[in-house]
């Protein structure tokens, strides 16, 4: 079973940055597409970004050129890098696994807070 642990949320002021890491149980890469999703109060989750088995990447219209998702497959964890923080960035962030083939099952991490404020 797929096991996922995010951390690096915090408050930070707009302009700001911020990197969130998300530990996996193992070497799943090659398994599993990883990505990034928030969910902002009273809105749906969303997704930020996400990265393929094979290694591309594509990300939000709405984060394009201030977010980053990466992978350090030795360490077996996803980054996101988040620059130029927005408040509407605000909202709760959950890594994500999902099988890249059938079937199609998604592993969920707990989330992790980033709140964007002035």
């Known amino acids: 079973q797929v096991q996922l642990v995010e951390s690096g949320g915090g408050l930070v002021q707009p302009g700001g940055s911020l990197r969130l890491s998300c530990a996996t149980s193992g070497r799943i890469f090659s398994i599993y597409h990883m990505g990034w999703y928030r969910q902002a109060p009273g809105k749906q989750r969303e997704l930020v970004t996400n990265i393929t088995t094979s290694g591309r990447a594509n990300h939000a219209d709405s984060v394009k050129g201030r977010f980053l998702i990466s992978r350090d497959i030795a360490k077996n964890t996803v980054y996101l890098q988040m620059n130029s923080l927005k408040p509407e960035d605000t909202g709760v962030y959950f890594c994500?696994?999902?099988?890249?083939?059938?079937?199609?099952?998604?592993?969920w991490g707990q989330g992790t807070q980033v709140t964007v404020s002035a």
């Open positions: 994500n696994a999902r099988a890249s083939s059938f079937p199609t099952v998604s592993y």
